[in-house]
């Protein structure tokens, strides 16, 4: 079957490019206003003269959401956690939870890019976007080798990743230095893009299913040279054509939408590449992953394609299974990609706030400084027109000054202006689950502990929702770093559990079935609740056991205890615990029961603690009631003897 030309590729491309950038553009016209409300400078509808305050309600709803969000994705709560399958599967699932952790919340910052993810997607359509892939950085390292015999001379060639310096025959072979390729990151990687870099079909519904999605890069023509440097696998340049691309692409415009209006709040605008350098000059690589039947079957293939200008620098099937991006969405639309922000909630009320803030400082102003009427026959005009506070004005001989100017009276500040305010701030309250007890802020309607905790609880329930669907798109992000690291893993990873616990994980550690579990709770005060859940439940067990009902053992009381000390914040829970507790359960267990025993005997009765000497005390025949000291006169204490009668396990004869 006959593939598809160059010529034919690109035309499938730019036509979804098009489609794609004409649903950008649409969103970007809400996502500028929404960014003009976020910031609270202006509202575009200033009068001079007038008040021009603005109501902050976007700002302060997204801003006081965001920690709260922020604190349930967090490393303490040990997110995500990979579940087995069967027991066959416990050691990988095990393995891949830690390597998962480690290279999302360490080794790319995880909570950086989760915060600026969140944030967009507070504010912007469609969401906050993150872009994920697999990243191998190779370095060369300086390296010595001593007695290389002849035979290996001609295989340290730069294609087998050495570059050689330097050759000295020896006694057994050859001395060699140089410098040695090496692996120095093989992992995955995340980028946050802005809306204005993130393309989608117009009818998709989850990036899954988008029969096309891209990245569209502004990048210098220098980078795009040093990408076509890389090579692949089999000695190939990565990018062909790149200055045939580079000579056809046009210069991109300066005035993207979105991205000059947010510069234009703080009075900055983005500007084209100043430098007459031609390395230097920017233009638009798309990183496209769609599907197209390139080959004329009647099937669409999945293909990742770089286009530059009007040539395809590169295509490949698409290694990732599916686009790899991810939107975040605060509020889910019914059957649409794009959720709603929570900045479009208070927009409207924003608005309503900014006018009746402003008309009360208007008619504040206006009180304070009364408009005068005058008869210009008896003042000077231009001690009138100076209207500065405590100005003089003066009038004619033999005028009153009260016939001369009067201030005019003013229509005194409605009531029910106050009435309206409140209840904007009350539908804030409503819209966005951040209420007045949420902020720590004093309520009036709830005084009490009780009633501040009630309304903090169900202030609570918008946010533990709007987790709770981040966390589903981010359930893919982690499923993709399963697929990822199963797929492309090569080499060994250590990682630092605790401060002297180390773990290395292999690429075949990783081979297993396993579930994602994304358990969201609510932060610090839910760690909190949860403390004090763990210590009720060790509660109730301890009262069943004085019944005879054993529910208290060394398992279930170390794996309690370490759940206490976990939500406490800290990670090695190990080093908290007695001793007793780091054995095996059943031996744990056994040490428990003689201890028990040696406690239950004491209690029947003692031994006497008799003549000791030098000794702490002798066993005695009969008990007295006494148990021995340190003390060398043998003087015992009166309480029940610590050691049994002689006869070995027999309780003493207590007196």
Known sequence: MAQLTNDEIVTLCKQDIDAAQNTSDQESVQNE????????????????????????????????????IMDIFSPENGFPVLEPVGPEDV???????????????????????LRRAIKDCLIYRPGGIIKYSWEKVVGMIKKSWTGVPEYALPHMTPENGYQI????????????????????YDGPRFDVLPPWEFLRHPNAKNVKDSPFCAHKKLTTVDHVRKLAKQKTVDGQPYFKNVEKAITEATKPPADDFLQ?????????????????????????????????????DGILEDKKIYLLGNTVLRMDDNPYQCPPFICLRDIEDTHKFSGIPIAELVEDLQRLRTFLIRQMVDNMAQQNNATLVFDPTKVNQADIFNNLPGRNIRVKAGVRPTDAVFPLPMVPFSAVTFNVLEYATLLTEQRTGVTKSFKAVGDS????????????????????????ILAASLGDLFRAMILMNKSFLTKAVWIRLFEDKFVEIQPDDLEGRM?????VVMGSAGRQQQIMNLQQLLSIFGQ??????PALDAKNTA???????????????????????????????????????????????????????????????????TAATTNPSGGGSPVAAIQPGAGGMVPGLGA
Request: hydrophobic share 30%; aromatic share 8%; proline share 3%.
């Open 559 to 625: 794996e309690i205890t370490r759940e206490i000390i976990k939500n406490m914040g800290y990670k090695n829970q190990d080093r908290f615990l007695p001793q007793i507790f780091l054995q095996h359960p059943d031996a744990a267990n056994q040490q428990m029961q003689q201890q028990q025993l040696q406690q239950a005997m004491m209690d029947q009765g003692g031994g006497n603690g008799g003549a000791g000497g030098q000794n702490i005390g002798s066993m005695a025949s009969v008990g007295t009631g």
């Open 515 to 519: 579930d994602m579990s994304m358990n």
């Open 260 to 296: 000059n209006k947010i510069y234009n709040v703080d009075g900055l605008s983005k500007d084209e590449e100043p430098s007459h350098d031609k390395a230097r000059q920017e233009v638009y690589l798309y990183e496209i992953y769609a599907k197209y039947d390139t080959d004329d």
């Open 544 to 549: 069943l056991v004085p019944v005879g009902i």
């Open 165 to 184: 310096a330097q050759i000295t025959p020896t006694d057994t072979g050859f001395d060699v230095s140089g410098y040695k390729q090496d692996l120095e």
């Open 445 to 468: 309607n709830n005084q009490t502990a009780t009633g501040q905790m009630t309304a903090i609880n169900q202030a609570s329930q918008r946010v533990r929702l709007i987790s709770k």
């Open 33 to 68: 206003r929404m960014y003009q409300y976020y910031r609270a400078k202006t509202m575009g509808n200033e009068v001079d003269g007038r008040s021009k305050i603005v109501s902050s309600d976007v700002f302060e709803t997204v801003e006081w959401l965001l920690p709260s």
């Open 91 to 113: 050691g990988p699932a095990d393995a891949m939870t830690e390597l998962i952790q480690y290279q999302f919340w360490r080794q790319n910052d995880g909570e950086t890019i």
